[in-house]
């Protein structure tokens, strides 16, 4: 299995409609696993990514040392 990953936009509709871009990455035939993902809040994304980037300026000048080892 592979993942093709898009984002959509919900409607409170009964259909979810497949960007032209993902339907030309789909085999004209075969069986599909379908899991939806559902970001509760819009911002959640902004808020991990300032959370990392507060996380990672903490960074304590006395483990500089341990930088070129990863």
């Known amino acids: 299995m592979r993942p ?22 789909l085999p004209s035939s075969g069986r599909a696993k379908v899991i939806l993902l559902v970001k509760d809040d819009p911002d959640d994304d902004a808020w991990r990514r300032g959370a990392y980037e507060q996380f990672m300026s903490d960074d304590d000048p006395e483990d500089a040392v341990y930088d070129g080892h990863a």
């Open 4 to 25: 093709i990953e898009f984002e959509a936009e919900l409607s409170g509709g009964t259909t979810l409609a497949l960007p032209p871009e993902v339907v030309s990455q």
